[in-house]
């Protein structure tokens, strides 16, 4: 069949945890990451892109069924996906395609084998990637012989799980290249630990904090958000005692640096698989027929607001990186306006010649990636009670204050105009205004002179909840 009759491959690349600014199209021209940059620079990229919910597995859980956590059930990390809930490979129609989803997967023990993918290759404690570790002879840290997360972080580059994964993905487009065929490959990094074996890849002297990161620390945010920076940098502290650097929280501004030093190691350790596996489509001669996409289940505070991580709806940590190459496409083109994470499986079933299904919840983004007029929308990101960890014996409020604020839940709308509220049924709401303040540095839900502005987005929230049979009073 003729490469121009071809239906067309799909490669999705999903790091996890992976910030925006990490690549030079959002800003970061500082971090080593020469392949995601010339894919950007080949892409549609959306410079706007916000996730479902701060969190892997309610993120995640979007991203493979295009419902919203609190309809598919995970709304907290390590919720196995409903089977009611078709995945991306189960939506698919055609069954022309080749399909394997190899690395994280964290929805549940199912696994991607048991939802549609014709081959898996897992990261997991117990999964693929162990069995090559002990086959290479590294010696297992724990007792059921199994590898702590940070005795992965120690190993070299050629054991990294990266490199792991490259060597699948290859295989698989080689043994597959005369197929059409949809490859997803699922980093584990750059993920805290903030370890790994390209430390030093970035110069400290090169290493810019966020801003926020430098000033003061603001009281009127959530409290469960001075909760969780309360017991990072206590944390930090005990890890300081124990470890060379602390390896996932920092209090000073050099500790800061150092962690997203690390970080940004592990950002040029996928970038270099990506790479390869791009590398491989195109000695396969299937460049030119063949849609890539990248993004990530959430971002990373790494310091800004004096916080790591995500759990927030801070920028760092609910906006993330999307890039569509089509076959072919050699140009970039910037997309503006705001999207949503809920749009993504219309997007790629559309994108594939593939009906919209009515599990999906979203829409295609397909008229906005061929430049047709499409009226920028709201987006709206939510957040469900997960594990926040609290500092034994905190003294910033009484018990019952802070079992109320971890046992808090939000829903924040994201407006073309640039107005962000976050509407808490138990914790301080928010409102910032990100034209003017795009490091959320005041919050301005207390100002009088915002009621409409607070009056006109809660409408769009409660509406928004209406719609999609979302029960929670706010």
């Not at 990072?232 to 000073?252: C, K, N, S």
């Not at 390869?276 to 849609?291: K, Q």
Request: proline share 7%.
């Amino acid at each position: 069949m003729a490469a121009a009759q071809r239906k067309p491959n799909l490669i999705f690349f999903l790091p996890d945890q992976q910030r925006a600014d990490t690549i030079a199209c959002y800003g970061g021209r500082k971090v080593h990451a020469p392949n995601l940059n010339k894919l950007a620079s080949e892409s549609v990229v959306f410079e706007r892109t916000y996730v479902t919910h701060p969190v892997c597995t309610p993120s995640r859980s979007s991203l493979m069924t295009g419902t919203w956590p609190h309809i598919n059930g995970c709304t907290r990390n390590s919720v196995p996906l409903d089977r009611r809930f078709r995945s991306f490979a189960e939506l698919m129609d055609d069954k022309d395609y080749r399909t394997a989803y190899m690395g994280k997967w964290h929805l549940g023990d199912d696994g991607p084998a048991r939802r549609g993918f014709q081959k898996s290759i897992s990261t997991d404690e117990r999964g693929d990637y162990t069995a090559f570790l002990l086959s290479k002879g590294a010696t297992p840290d724990k007792e059921e012989k199994t590898f702590s997360e940070l005795a992965i972080s120690n190993l070299p580059v050629e054991l990294s799980r990266p490199k792991f994964l490259e060597k699948h993905a290859c295989d698989f487009i080689e043994k597959h290249f005369r197929d059409p065929f949809i490859l997803v490959v699922a980093f584990v990094e750059p993920h805290s630990p903030y370890n790994g074996p390209l430390n030093d890849e970035h110069p400290l002297s090169e290493i810019d904090l966020d801003p926020t990161a430098t000033l003061p620390e603001s009281e009127n945010i959530p409290l469960r958000y001075r909760l969780m920076r309360e017991w990072q940098q206590a944390r930090a502290i005990l890890d300081r005692q124990r470890l060379p650097h602390p390896f996932f929280f920092g209090v000073t501004p050099d500790e800061y640096r150092s962690i997203k030093q690390r970080y940004l190691g592990l950002v040029t350790l996928v970038d270099q698989s990506i790479g390869a596996v791009l590398g491989c489509l195109e000695r396969f001669g299937l460049s030119d027929n063949t849609i890539v996409v990248h993004t990530s289940d959430h971002g990373d505070s790494l310091g800004a607001h004096h916080l790591f991580a995500k759990e927030m709806m801070f920028e760092e940590a609910a906006r993330v990186p999307f890039l569509v190459r089509l076959p072919g496409q050699t140009r970039g083109k910037l997309v503006p306006q705001p999207v949503s994470h809920i749009d993504f499986i219309p997007t790629l079933l559309d994108l594939l010649g593939q009906p919209r299904h009515p599990q999906c919840a979203g829409k295609s983004l397909l008229p906005v990636i061929h430049e047709e007029a499409l009226s920028p929308e709201s987006i709206f990101i939510e957040w469900a009670p997960n594990r926040t960890k609290v500092k034994k014996g905190s003294s910033l409020v009484p018990r019952r204050m802070i079992k109320r604020a971890v046992e808090e839940s939000t829903r924040t709308v994201v407006s073309p105009e640039g107005w962000k509220l976050c509407l808490r049924d138990k914790d301080l709401n928010e409102l910032y205004n990100l034209k003017d303040d795009r490091l959320e540095t005041r919050n301005l839900y207390s100002d009088r002179q915002y009621a409409s502005v607070i009056s006109r987005c809660a409408g769009e929230i409660h509406r928004w909840q209406e719609s999609t049979n979302d029960r929670l009073k706010i």
